[in-house]
């Protein structure tokens, strides 16, 4: 189970968009419509900003929004705004309850 | 309100265990899958496995397979995580988590286990 394959850092002023990717294989992220993204402050627990690819809980703001092509799923995240500034971990499952993290990205708002 | 309250902070010799708990309130137990996830200081998240609270049935990633052992007690809605043979690179903060990945997911705070000698 190796890793998901996210870049280290991502960064865009504040109104941009910014989409990070998320690669995988036909194992994990192209096997299942199961890619979460979870953002996470300094210090903090992480939080589920997507689940099930480009599904977003409740009281996530819409300027966060998830798809997937292939082995590879994508966050975008519009309208930039300082709060956004965090880490982003995308997540997949990998079958026979198996999961998989990505490496992470770093956020920067500039 | 779903509360997940994991045990204080560690300091471990390498080749010892520790065992982290979290105690789970405001919802069925048994319900939900639970996972254990850690972090190591400025490093990503690593997902360790997961127990299933109803069965007592375990997933653990290959890369604990033989050193982590998952365990419930569902007398007091109490998932375990045994970690053993304790090496430095295993210092991390070290979170229970609900349903990954899905909108009935919680974690808790996390616990801090520093590996030195």
């Known amino acids: 189970q190796s890793a998901l394959t996210q870049p280290p850092s991502a960064s865009g002023s504040p109104g941009q968009s910014v989409t990070i990717s998320c690669a995988g294989t036909?194992?994990?992220?192209?096997?299942?419509?199961?890619v979460s993204w979870y953002q996470q402050h300094p210090g903090k627990a992480p939080k589920l900003m997507i689940y099930?690819?480009?599904k977003r809980p409740s009281g996530v703001p819409d300027r966060f929004s998830g798809s997937k092509s292939g082995n590879t799923a994508s966050l975008t995240v519009s309208g930039l705004q300082a709060e956004d500034e965090a880490d982003y971990y995308c997540?997949?499952?990998?079958?026979?309850?198996?999961?998989?993290f990505g490496t992470g990205t770093k956020v920067t708002v500039l | 309100q779903v509360q997940l309250v994991q045990s204080g902070a560690e300091v471990k010799k390498p080749g010892a265990s520790v065992k982290v708990s979290c105690k789970a309130s405001?919802?069925?137990?048994?319900?939900?899958?639970m996972h254990w996830v850690r972090q190591a200081p400025g490093q990503g998240l690593e997902w360790m496995g997961l127990?299933?609270?109803?069965?007592?049935?375990?997933n653990y990633a290959q890369k604990f397979q033989g050193r982590v052992i998952m365990s419930r007690d569902t007398s007091i809605s109490t998932v375990y995580m045994e970690l053993s043979r304790l090496r430095s690179d295993d210092t991390a903060v070290y979170y229970c988590?609900?349903?990954?990945?899905?909108?009935?997911?919680?974690w808790g705070l996390g616990t801090l286990v520093t590996v030195s000698s």
């Open positions: 127990i299933i609270p109803n069965s007592g049935g375990t």
């Open positions: 405001g919802y069925t137990f048994s319900g939900h899958y």
């Open positions: 036909n194992s994990d992220v192209g096997g299942y419509n199961y």
């Open positions: 997540t997949s499952y990998a079958g026979n309850n198996n999961y998989v």
């Open positions: 988590a609900r349903e990954l990945g899905t909108p009935e997911g919680y």
């Open positions: 099930e690819v480009s």
